[in-house]
């Protein structure tokens, strides 16, 4: 089968190449998929530039939709002929979604409802279940205000649909108007400009001196300073990525509004917050709840220029086209 990989760390055009590899046969309790699209997120790419090999060979890529062809001992083999999205393929695996076949545990494959296309599926993986689970995190929602930094963002597009969904009244935060006009498209009542405005001003001004009443937090370090300013009493912050390693908090206005503070990781939600997740998408898959956002896609090929398309800070989600 044809497979991208790279076994050093670096620039996407120093270290990915497109090669030939065995097809990988399923074990137990495994289906093998082969794959028509596979998903790019920032993570694949930041896993593949910073210093740190964790296998001698990396196929890159968790997130991809296909067909189910194979199912080994303990998996069901009514999985087989089924159009299924991906998760976690390279989570703490070496052989990831973009090669035309990959083997993984049957219980990270996930049935397309009927009419969802594999360019949906491939899209929602990291980013929907993200987006999912951290609205789920921040409690009820009707009536609250929600800030969401990043709205135009694969994770943040998806997070204000689901928060307006919800009840809230969603305050996106975004670098362009382009990528404004990409926030009010998943529903946010009102759109900051950190380029142009003071984020903290004007959150005020939107909410009346209130504050938001949660944060789905997508910058931990660029936004942690200003928590005790942009929240209200009793606020929730879900945070699902930072910037920087090492993130400042301000002690004291978060000890005086009884500030919470939410921390989490996608592939590593436990068992039963999983099972939602998957369960609750199929659900919105299936009612056409969503919008999804625009993608580009490129030839494995040009698995090289879809990276730095990500780099880059695409206004789409980048899909890698596998050969038929």
């Not at 790279?6 to 120093?14: E, V």
């Not at 973009?98 to 594999?118: K, N």
Request: proline letters at 6%.
């Amino acid at each position: 089968m044809k497979a991208a990989v790279y076994n050093r760390n670096g620039a996407a055009a120093d270290v990915l190449s497109v090669v030939e590899r065995p097809m990988p046969e399923p074990s137990d309790g495994e289906v093998r998929v082969r794959l028509a699209l596979s998903g790019v997120n920032p993570s694949d790419v930041k896993t593949r530039a910073r210093p740190g090999m964790a296998y001698d060979e990396v196929i890159p890529h968790s997130d991809g939709a296909g067909v189910v062809d194979a199912a080994g001992p303990g998996a069901a083999p009514e999985l087989v002929g089924r159009r299924v999205w991906i998760f976690n393929g390279q989570w703490e695996r070496a052989h990831g979604t973009a090669a035309q076949y990959i083997a993984l545990p049957a219980s990270q494959v996930v049935p397309l409802p009927d009419g969802v296309d594999f360019e949906i599926g491939a899209s929602i993986g990291i980013p929907l279940m993200t987006a999912y689970h951290a609205v789920e995190a921040c409690d009820r929602l009707a009536g609250k205000t929600v800030l969401v930094p990043g709205a135009a963002g694969a994770v943040g597009f998806y997070a204000a649909q689901l928060a307006r969904l919800a009840g809230a009244r969603v305050i996106a935060v975004v670098s362009s108007e382009a990528k404004a006009d990409i926030a009010r498209a998943a529903g946010a009542a009102a759109v900051v400009n950190y380029r142009e405005e003071d984020v903290v001003e004007r959150v005020r001004a939107i909410t009346g001196g209130h504050g938001v009443d949660r944060i789905i937090e997508v910058d931990a370090a660029g936004y942690g300073q200003s928590y005790g300013d942009l929240l209200a009493f009793g606020g929730k912050v879900v945070c699902y990525g930072s910037n920087a390693a090492d993130v400042l908090l301000p002690f004291r206005p978060l000890i005086m509004g009884f500030v919470s503070l939410y921390f989490f990781i996608v592939y590593r939600l436990p068992a039963d917050a999983m099972r939602r997740t998957t369960e609750g998408i199929t659900r919105l898959l299936a009612r056409g709840d969503l919008t999804h956002p625009a993608t580009a896609t490129y030839e494995l090929a040009d698995i090289v220029a879809a990276h730095r398309r990500v780099e880059q800070g695409a206004n789409a989600k980048v899909l890698v086209k596998l050969p038929d």
